[in-house]
């Protein structure tokens, strides 16, 4: 089982709509969970961090954490065509100082 | 967050050769790691590169192939030794500020390809 998994997509979302990004991890005592978005031929971008369990909003964006599940989302609400990306899930495994990333998964927002 | 700038953007190598990479970041930072990203995949960590100590290597790299230092807490570098095609990636560095426990910020990467 890998450390981090993602759908790879590609995921397609009608503009406007909700675009919702599922990320799965091994560790159970994981503490740090982190979404980057990746433009092609761009370095990842970090959007949002989450440590506790349950809802993180900013903006259009909102992380979800339930850690009795190893489950970490990411919805993004009103969908924009520059939402399209690929979105990297990343999970600090407790006492690692460092970051295991997902596969990413490649979302696509149809104008 | 930190600036970071990385050294060369992009280059084109012969096989058996070797190229350094440098990654200048704006401020004093804590931990500084270096990542390979193959065409199409995702992030893999190669190592952490230590300020005033040898880097601590990830499973299936090896100091002599990726060799790295770091001599401040601004300044690192990687050289990708003895190049094959394979070796054709993008290099990323990754910063990680005293302020933001374990959140990485990322250069903008070195896009390698070896013929």
């Known amino acids: 089982q890998k450390e981090v998994e993602q759908n790879s997509g590609p995921l397609s979302v009608p503009e406007g709509a909700i675009a919702s990004l599922n990320c799965t991890y091994s560790d159970r005592v994981s503490q740090s969970f982190f979404w980057y978005r990746q433009y092609s031929g761009k370095s990842p971008e970090l959007i949002m961090s989450?440590?506790?369990?349950g809802d993180k909003e900013d903006g259009r964006f909102t992380a979800q954490l339930n850690k009795a599940s190893q489950y970490v989302s990411l919805l993004i609400r009103d969908s924009q065509p520059s939402d399209s990306a690929t979105y990297l899930c990343?999970?600090?495994?407790?006492?690692?100082?460092?970051?295991?990333f997902g596969q990413g998964t490649r979302l696509t927002i149809n104008p | 967050s930190a600036v970071i700038s990385q050294k060369p953007s992009r280059d084109i190598c012969q096989r058996g050769t070797s190229l350094t990479i440098q990654c200048q970041v704006d401020?004093?930072?804590?931990?500084m790691f270096w990542y390979r990203q193959q065409p199409g995949q995702s992030l893999t960590l190669i190592a952490t590169a230590n300020q005033g100590s040898e880097a601590t290597y990830e499973s299936g790299f090896v100091i002599d192939k990726f060799p790295i230092s770091r001599p401040n807490l601004t300044f690192s570098t990687l050289t990708v030794s003895n190049m094959s095609p394979e070796d054709s990636s993008i290099y990323l560095c990754?910063?990680?500020?005293?302020?933001?426990?374990?959140?990485?910020?990322f250069g903008p990467g070195t896009r390698l390809t070896v013929l």
């Open positions: 990343a999970v600090n495994p407790q006492g690692a100082q460092k970051l295991v």
């Open positions: 401020s004093q930072v804590t931990m």
């Open positions: 989450i440590y506790s369990n």
């Open positions: 990754s910063v990680e500020e005293a302020s933001s426990t374990d959140t990485q910020y």
